[in-house]
């Protein structure tokens, strides 16, 4: 028998023994919240996959969906929804019935971290599943939110973090296939103080959109 590919997502996942720590006094507060892995969301067969930092703790966290709940996705729905790849320009919660098109959203780490900051023990830790996710869909994009994100890429790449320099807008062939975007992080600090604008966001996307022809 062949051995089984390597897994990109387990939902009980407990490597990061500081991060399984803190989710379960998350759970303890808020009963109701999802405070687990977040999957990712989108098909697998989607040419574009977008990769985020973390779930949040009232947004991704709570609902088991990323970027959905908090300000952080209010910018990247409308921006994908104008550009054809969501059915919705808001994702309220995981059962809102909205589905991404030819695009998936994962991050790069799949535990919420306390202050959003996870450690780079814990993103290496969880680059294996953003890789086996990379080689599972070979997409044709990758947009990645933030530098944390750009980093993990290339560590999932097996690339040296040096290789490929992050700049918003900025983009590198990461293969002969594969083509990655920089943006800085649609985050409520960024989107407030403007370093990061509607219109900025939205002419990352019209041109994956012609990317992706
Ligand atoms: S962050 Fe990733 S590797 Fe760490 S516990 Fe969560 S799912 Fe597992």
Redesign the pocket.
């Known amino acids: 028998m062949p051995p089984e590919p390597p897994a990109i997502f387990?939902a009980d996942?407990?490597?990061?023994s500081r991060?399984?720590t803190f989710l379960a006094d998350v759970r303890a507060q808020h009963p109701d919240y999802h405070a687990a892995?977040v999957p990712s969301f989108g098909p697998l067969t989607a040419r574009l996959l977008i990769v985020g930092l973390a779930p949040g703790m009232h947004g991704a966290n709570a609902t088991g969906r990323p970027f959905t709940g908090d300000y952080a996705g209010v910018l990247l729905y409308e921006t994908l929804h104008a550009h054809g790849f969501a059915s919705a320009p808001e994702s309220t919660r995981a059962d809102d019935g909205l589905e991404l098109i030819d695009c998936r959203i994962t991050n790069a780490?799949?535990?919420l971290p306390p202050q959003n900051k996870?450690t780079t023990a814990?993103i290496r830790?969880?680059n294996g599943?953003l890789a086996a996710e990379m080689a599972a869909m070979q997409p044709q994009v990758i947009l990645a939110l933030g530098k944390i994100a750009h980093d993990a890429i290339l560590r999932a790449k097996g690339l040296p973090l040096s290789s490929l320099r992050f700049a918003h807008g900025a983009e590198h062939e990461l293969d002969a296939n594969t083509l990655l975007v920089d943006s800085y992080h649609c985050s409520r600090y960024n989107t407030q103080t403007r370093r990061l604008t509607p219109a900025m966001f939205r002419d990352l996307f019209a041109r994956i959109r012609r990317d992706l022809g």
């Open positions: 387990a996942c407990r490597a990061c991060l399984a892995p780490v799949k535990c996870p814990e830790t969880c599943f």
